[in-house]
Nanobody, 123 residues
Framework: QVQLVESGGGLVQAGGSLRLSCAAS????????MGWFRQAPGKEREFVAA????????YYADSVKGRFTIFRNNAKNTVYLQMDDLKPEDTDVYYC????????????????WGKGTLVTVSS
């Protein structure tokens, strides 16, 4: 089992920045892809960004490309999401995810999830 705990959410004005962190614990000895997803009330969870085990491959939703950056520190078992130029439509609960089955991102391949952290962007 892998436990994921997100932090760093909060309230920010449009145009501002936030950095989310996700710390993994438990059975973290394998090579696993990690990612960030977000979900608004009553909506489907949507993909935001993902990164492979070594950090050499990154993937982004079109809506955040150029504004968000995903990176990881495997020595700390932590993945980050740097969010710049935030917009009100980025307001969501952000979830960290990990895949124990794949070392690179595979759609639908995440099998561990955090409980989420709320990001609110005011206009």
């Amino acid at each position: 089992q892998v436990q994921l705990v997100e932090s760093g959410g909060g309230l920010v004005q449009a145009g501002g920045s936030l950095r989310l962190s996700c710390a993994a614990s438990g059975r973290t000895s394998g090579s696993y892809a990690m990612g960030w997803f977000r979900q608004a009330p009553g909506k489907e969870r949507e993909f935001v960004a993902a990164i492979n085990w070594s950090g050499t491959n990154t993937y982004y939703a079109d809506s955040v490309k150029g504004r968000f950056t995903i990176f990881r520190n495997n020595a700390k078992n932590t993945v980050y999401l740097q969010m710049d130029d935030l917009k009100p439509e980025d307001t969501d609960v952000y979830y960290c995810a990990a895949s124990s089955r794949y070392s690179d991102y595979v759609q639908g391949g995440m099998n561990y999830w955090g409980k989420g952290t709320l990001v609110t962007v005011s206009s």
